[in-house]
């Protein structure tokens, strides 16, 4: 068995919300957004790691220069860098397509584009609990793919 009041949640609503709404804010209007379910589908998984543009080259020229080139285009480009990390692990990625995943140089280069002194712990709790998680994991693969590669 169920009361009825008389009154129907959906018109208390109606009724209070406008009126806190516009005493909180008057400047300010409620809005419904809808938002269709098809819309929200998403058709391509999300990459994390994308091609730069220094990485799109025909399969013939391919080659250590090259990849070198792409490095040093990066690093050499202007304004503040941004985006070490991603750069690096998408180098990683591409080094065997380029033949350079057994050659020290471009591994030297890879380094050389993190900063110099950041990076680096300055506290006891910072050595301790893995301060730059990211930066590090990313130094770790270029370090493990090196040893794997010889």
């Not at 400047?27 to 379910?37: A, E, F, N, P």
């Not at 080259?57 to 050499?76: H, S, W």
């Not at 471009?106 to 990076?119: N, R, S, T, V």
Request: a neutral charge; aromatic letters at 10%.
């Amino acid at each position: 068995m169920t009361a009825n009041f008389g009154i129907s949640l959906k018109w208390v609503l109606q009724k209070t919300l406008p009126r806190l709404q516009s005493f909180c804010n008057p400047h300010v209007r409620l809005r419904q957004i809808h938002i269709s379910t098809i819309s929200c589908l998403k058709t391509e998984p999300h990459q994390l790691i994308v091609r730069p543009p220094g990485f799109n080259v025909p399969e013939e020229e391919r080659n250590k220069d090259t990849f070198l080139e792409a490095v040093k285009i990066y690093t050499t480009r202007p304004g503040p860098r941004r985006g070490h990390v991603e750069f690096i692990l998408s180098a990683l990625k591409y080094m065997e397509e380029f033949g350079v995943h057994r050659d020290l140089q471009a591994y030297k280069d890879l380094l050389d584009i993190l900063p110099k002194g950041i990076y680096i712990p300055t506290n006891m709790f910072q050595a301790e609990f893995f301060h730059y998680p990211k930066q590090q994991q990313c130094i770790l693969d270029l370090l493990e793919q090196m040893e794997d590669n010889g």
